[in-house]
Nanobody, 122 residues
C-alpha cells in the first residue's frame, strides 16, 4: 500500500503562484509514476501533470503548459507542482496520484491522496 500526503493548496489571486507537494510513504514507491489530477465542482476529474519515476518523462494538460511545472526530488518520493500565472479556471481540488505507468487517464492510477483545494480569485 502507498500513502500519499499532499500540501500547499490555498487561495491566491489571478496571476499568482502556488506550489503543491506530494510525498509518498508505505511500500516502496520505486518505479511508480506520480502526478496530479484535479476536479472542479460539477466536472470530471482531469489530468494536470504526471511524471515518470525517473523524472525523464512528463505529460501536461494543454491548458497548463508553460504555466505549471512538475518535478520529482532526488529521493523520488516527493513530487512538486509549481503553478504560476494561475487563472480562475484552475480552481479545483487537486489530487496527488501514483501508479505503475505514466498515463493521462485517472483509472490507471491505483493510489490517490485526499486532495487539496486550490482557489484562484478573479
Amino acid at each position: 500500500q502507498v500513502h500519499l500526503e499532499e500540501s500547499g493548496g490555498g487561495l491566491v489571486q489571478t496571476g499568482g503562484s502556488l506550489r503543491l507537494s506530494c510525498t509518498s510513504s508505505g511500500r516502496s514507491s520505486g518505479n511508480l509514476a506520480m502526478g496530479w489530477f484535479r476536479q472542479a465542482p460539477g466536472k470530471k476529474r482531469e489530468l494536470v501533470a504526471v511524471i515518470t519515476w525517473s523524472g525523464g518523462g512528463t505529460v501536461y494538460r494543454d491548458s497548463v503548459k508553460n504555466r505549471f511545472t512538475i518535478a520529482r526530488d532526488s529521493t523520488k518520493e516527493t513530487v512538486l507542482l509549481q503553478m504560476n500565472n494561475l487563472k480562475p479556471e484552475d480552481t479545483a481540488v487537486y489530487y496527488c496520484v501514483a501508479g505503475a505507468e505514466l498515463s493521462g487517464e485517472p483509472e490507471d492510477y491505483n493510489y490517490w491522496g485526499q486532495g487539496t483545494q486550490v482557489t484562484v480569485s478573479s
